[in-house]
């Protein structure tokens, strides 16, 4: 038997969050004023994932329903690609869906 406290730990190394900022990744001034501008159009004024759920809840979160990684991806800016989410909904919808499928290959 050896004494504890051998000091030696699992082959896994942590690795940094090395994501971006928000701001890098270019949910900037852009960003904050397009979301300002979709969400108080009438259509938008409601979470979309509410609505479908029944529920009537303020859309608070613009989303990209297909996930992109920055805004240099075309899909950033495409309107067809926004939804207006409440904060709760997008939190969910982040940390299921956009997870698993994060880079979508062809
Ligand atoms: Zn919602």
């Not at 990684?69 to 067809?80: N, T, Y």
């Given at each position: 038997m050896r004494a504890a406290g051998s000091g030696r730990r699992a082959g896994t190394r942590r690795r940094p969050d090395r994501r971006p900022t928000a701001a890098a990744r270019g949910y900037g001034s852009r960003w904050s004023r397009y979301r300002r501008t979709l969400l108080s159009r009438p259509e938008n004024a409601l979470c979309g994932r509410c609505r479908a759920a029944g529920r009537t809840r303020a859309a608070t979160d613009v989303d990209h329903i297909d996930p992109v990684?920055?805004?240099?991806?075309?899909?950033?800016?495409?309107?067809?690609n926004h939804q207006a989410l409440c904060h709760r909904c997008h939190s969910i919808k982040t940390n299921t869906t956009d997870r698993d499928k994060g880079r979508r290959k062809r």
């Open positions: 990684e920055s805004a240099e991806d075309p899909r950033f800016w495409d309107p067809d």
